[in-house]
């Protein structure tokens, strides 16, 4: 099955850090540039990080440069996101979310045509 | 950076209907626009990407046009299942979305 389920959510307090993943599954994960995008509850879609599908390139919103870092193991299907001294502002759903097309890079993308569930981290 | 205005924040509308959401870029992004329907508690699920290309199982109530640098999310025919929050985005160059909107009954 085709999907994408992040974890590693919760109550976390500023200043502190926390670790959310994304197991992939069900296709070759390898293949795909992956972000990490988040909502506030009630509010609209913020994208937060990206890599590319080999890992090779990082980008992020300027809110969350030098503090959170996107990284993944190929070997093992998995996305990360580190989030170092969270914020207030940092609470919201995280959802982590597939390039729709292979080998894409920071450029001319096709939008996101997988997402997982979301997680929601909590700063307080 | 490239920013999106997407209008109106909510709408009113009732089955049968037809609607239009619009989404304005602050810089030429060619046709590199996506929408998607998101609904309470629900990831965001892809209906258009490159501006105007249905993505695979959508309805064909559902169509996107572009006028320069300016988008458009076209419902006709509105149903049940189309009352949600609607995102448009820009993949010109990094990512962007809108700010949504909600289709509300």
């Known amino acids: 099955q085709v999907q994408l389920v992040e974890s590693g959510g919760g109550v976390v307090q500023p200043g502190t850090s926390l670790r959310l993943s994304c197991a992939a599954s069900g296709f070759t994960f390898s293949s795909f540039g992956m972000h990490w995008i988040r909502q506030v509850p009630g509010k609209g879609l913020e994208w937060v990080a990206m890599?590319?599908?080999?890992?090779?390139?990082?980008y992020y919103v300027d809110s969350v440069q030098g503090r959170f870092s996107i990284s993944r193991d190929n070997a093992e299907k998995t996305l990360y996101l580190q989030i170092n001294s969270p914020r207030s502002e940092d609470t919201a759903f995280y959802y982590c979310?597939?390039?729709?097309?292979?080998?894409?890079?920071?450029?001319?993308?096709?939008?996101?045509?997988?997402w997982g569930p979301g997680t929601m981290v909590i700063v307080s | 950076d490239i920013q999106l205005t997407q209008f109106p924040s909510s709408l009113s509308a009732s089955v049968g209907d037809r609607i239009t959401i619009t989404c304005r870029a602050s810089?030429?992004?060619?046709?590199?626009v996506s929408w998607y329907q998101q609904k309470p508690g629900k990831a965001p699920n892809l209906l258009i990407n490159g501006a105007s290309t249905l993505q695979s199982g959508v309805p064909s109530r559902f169509s996107g046009g572009q006028s320069g640098a300016e988008f458009t999310l076209t419902i006709s025919d509105l149903q049940p299942g189309d009352f949600a929050t609607y995102h448009c985005?820009?993949?010109?160059?990094?990512?962007?979305f809108g700010q949504g909107t909600k289709v509300e009954i």
């Open positions: 890599i590319t599908y080999e890992g090779s390139k990082k």
């Open positions: 810089q030429s992004i060619d046709k590199y």
């Open positions: 979310a597939r390039e729709s097309s292979p080998w894409g890079g920071v450029t001319l993308g096709d939008g996101f045509d997988l």
């Open positions: 985005q820009q993949t010109y160059t990094r990512w962007t």
